[in-house]
């Protein structure tokens, strides 16, 4: 009986826990909307770079690939215009 009480007071808790979760991801959204509307180049700038954060650890190959490109272009252009 003490193993089925404890089973349900762990059920509560872990509701608990994702009822708080759940708010805290409503409260970052709303922060996100705020922000947006009081410091716009700041709030996109933190969503670019998180996105960034979020490639580079997904794919990092395809990320390290890409950035090779754009130095090999900024180079090129760069020697195009020494010229």
Known sequence: MRLIG???AM???L???R????ALIIAMALL???GVFAKP???LALIAVVAFAGLVENHPLAIAVAIGA???VGT???AREAE
Not at 19 to 22: G, K, N, R, S
Request: glycine letters at 0%.
């Open 6 to 8: 404890f089973i349900l």
């Open 11 to 13: 059920c509560v808790v």
């Open 15 to 17: 509701a608990l826990v």
């Open 19 to 22: 009822a708080v979760i759940l």
């Open 32 to 34: 996100l909307v705020v």
């Open 41 to 43: 180049r700041e709030t």
């Open 70 to 72: 754009i130095v090999v």
């Open 76 to 78: 090129l252009m760069a």
